[in-house]
């Protein structure tokens, strides 16, 4: 009697023990759900020339991952992969155009559906431009219009008009580019599905390198520190590299040395921002001496420093040549 009031008492136990590490594991669900990125997939349509192509590489660099003309039949369990499933794909974005033929026909349909069932988590913008803007734009590339092979390409803007008319009507944003830089059309873009706050920032390497092995084919900004102390000729100092605390020192206790880095990090804190703004999203700034080993070592390692708290920007500090 006695043990099979120990057993039961033990089973209970067992069972409750059960019923905790359920609700655990239920929590440990939940919290990877919070973890997951906000899912958002978007539907990039729109004329010819109006800009698409520029607007989902602005949406690439943003982090989402790109279709170009997906087949409209597939747009659902594409949507579905996205904005329901656990995987790394969060974020999405398909171009739907006049390149679909006449299946483009099916489309407002099945994006009612999407609409209806994921709210505001879908979206569809709609890029169009003035006539002659589109026109010019197809002149200057020297390509016809998909659908003025054998007219004239304004008739074939026409046609195309009416032919997305519908989903025209359906779009969540209509963006007239006929007066955007492409920089503009970014921005804008990148706005519209609240990327201003998420945006990829710009990747800043900060390269020293010898000027004896060449100049880094990727610099956007050179600066020549060849003018600074020359820590190769102490004895003491010539085998250590500007990362070395001795050799950093004897670098940047140089009164040139201090003036440099104050106007180079004020010329850099300037243009960055300016960078940013315009687009810009990689930025190589090569600080070059004769062997790449001292001097440009140690000024890299202290601008890097200097603009290290940066907003904005995403910093790398690298040495082609030690």
Known sequence: MTARRGRKRAGGREGAGRKRAGRKGTGRERAGRERLAPASFVVLTGLSGAGKSHALRALEDLGYFCVDNLPIAL???????????????????????IREGRSLQQFPAVYRKLKKRFGAEIRLVFLEAADAAIVRRFSETRRPHPLGTDRPGSEGVDEERRQLHALRRLADQVVDTSVLTVHEL??????????????SPLVVNITSFGFRRGVPVDADLLFDVRFLPNPHFVASLRKWTGRHAKVSRYVLRAPASVEFLRHASALLKFLLPEYIEEGKTYLTVAIGCTGGRHRSVAIAEALGKKLQRMKGIQLHVRHRDT
Do not use: K, N, Y
């Not at 659902?76 to 155009?97: H, I, N, S, Y």
């Not at 970014?186 to 945006?199: H, P």
């Open 75 to 97: 747009i659902p369990t594409f949507a579905d992969l996205v904005l329901t499933g656990r995987r790394e794909v969060r974020r999405a974005a398909v171009v739907v155009d």
């Open 186 to 199: 970014r921005r804008l873009v990148l706005e519209s599905v609240g990327g201003a706050q998420v945006a």
